[in-house]
């Protein structure tokens, strides 16, 4: 992906796919709740469908972000995944930005510049 090279060292594996991005925001949401089922249950995402994005996103960055808990424990960021969570939060923003379709912004465009000047508004 163009652009890339702005990004971190760290995060540049993983930023150069939209599945990528979408890891690295998913890692930062889930990091934000005690345990990875939790966050499931809060996104309405699947648990399996959680674990297995985080589970590329290690290969992707060639090492292992969490330490799982034992029954009924969280899991843990390692060493690299607290690096990866510090760093992904600085440039969450960006990621978003990159990680939002290119032609929504096109799109919106069009139906501004060609609509009515009474579309969408109520009299």
Do not use: C, Y
Request: proline fraction near 8%; charge should be positive; avoid cysteine.
């Amino acid at each position: 992906m163009a652009g890339a090279e702005q990004f971190p060292p760290l995060l540049r594996p993983a930023v150069g796919t939209r599945s990528g991005r979408r890891q690295l925001l998913r890692f930062l949401e889930a990091a934000r709740f005690p345990s990875l089922k939790a966050f499931a249950r809060e996104t309405g995402l699947d648990p399996t469908t959680v674990a297995r994005q985080i589970r590329r996103l290690e290969r992707t960055l060639d090492g292992q972000l969490l330490i799982h808990g034992g029954h009924g424990h969280p899991a843990r960021p390692t060493r690299l995944g607290k690096r990866v969570l510090a760093v992904t939060a600085q440039w969450a923003d960006r990621l978003s930005d990159l990680h939002r379709p290119q032609h929504r912004s096109k799109i919106e465009a069009s139906v501004a510049e060609n609509a009515p000047p009474s579309f969408g508004h109520k009299e």
